[in-house]
């Protein structure tokens, strides 16, 4: 049976949930097995990234395997588009990011989660930071219920100008009401 590369993810995550709960291990790369590996690299994601998705998961519940399924489909579309299918080789360092108290606009934390959503799409986030970590989790939610594959999107159509990550993060905090309506009537 020939799947499509979301189906394969779904089931790769699935297993890979199944086998965090039955195997101690801390590291990504000793944890994502060399066929998964090699469909990671496909889309343009690293053993790391897909394992901290895979033990938030696991031990939290969040985030939920369609909010990963749909990160992965932005960073894919991302490699496959803009980058080629060729991975940046240069990672962030940590200390590269802005710190978590730095403000935009007077909105703190903004700042770093633009950064992160760039070395996201880019594939250059450092390998002990995560997009869509629990601070970034509350820090979306908190601000308009921003999902995470929209604000990836958002910073991807951006091109680097903050202001319009600035005015769409202002426009999402002004109207949750509105979006809550719309859903309740869908």
Aim: hydrophobic fraction near 40%.
């Amino acid at each position: 049976m020939n799947m499509e590369w979301d189906d394969r993810f779904m089931a790769m995550f699935a297993e890979m949930v199944a086998r965090f709960h039955t195997q101690d291990t801390t590291s990504g790369e000793r944890f994502v097995l060399p066929h998964e590996q090699e469909m990671l690299a496909s889309i343009g994601y690293t053993p790391q990234e897909i394992y901290g998705y895979v033990e938030d998961y696991a031990q939290l519940g969040d985030p939920s395997p369609s909010t990963i399924l749909l990160i992965a489909a932005a960073r894919r579309s991302f490699f496959l588009t803009v980058q080629r299918g060729i991975a940046g080789s240069a990672q962030l360092r940590e200390t590269d990011l802005p710190r978590e108290d730095e403000t935009l606009q007077d909105i703190s934390y903004l700042p770093r989660i633009i950064r992160k959503a760039e070395a996201k799409l880019y594939g250059t986030l450092p390998s002990g930071v995560m997009f869509y970590c629990a601070k970034d989790r509350a820090f979306l939610r908190s601000h308009g219920g921003i999902h995470p594959a929209d604000f990836l999107y958002v910073v991807w159509g951006a091109h680097g100008d903050r202001q319009k990550v600035i005015s769409y993060v202002l426009r999402m905090m002004s109207s949750p009401k509105e979006r809550n309506d719309d859903k309740q009537n869908a």
